[in-house]
């Protein structure tokens, strides 16, 4: 098994929410995340921050690549795709929802021992991982 120097893993979402809506992040969350040393995120949350962008379903004042630059603070450590992860999403249950982001991300989190910040319900509910739940209640789109 892979040994990341990390705790916690961020969910597109909650990483998302943290620069751009912090006030729609529960204290209990920007505490655990600000007392935990380094914080992980999947690599490919980049690339589905890039296409929910481009498909509208995420605005923002800056462009992308700035967005970037701020997002990718110093206490976050990217945590690239590996074999291992890849063969784990197939080895999630027949029921955990398709989307591909969400499987290598709860697979991430599975097979490394780290416990998944998220605000989708259903990878709570699926219990393929540990898990920091909280609800989203904003609308990105402003």
Known sequence: MERVGVKYLMDTAPWINVITL??????????????SGPVGLCSVSLLEAAILHRLGRWQMRAALPEFFAVAMAANLQLVELSPAIAVKTNELPADFQGDPFDRTIAATAAMLNLTLVTTDPAIRDAKVCEVEYYPFLLSRTK
Do not use: G, K, N
């Not at 992040?25 to 505490?31: K, L, Q, T």
């Open 22 to 35: 912090p006030q729609s992040v529960p204290r209990r969350i920007r505490d655990l995340l600000e007392t």
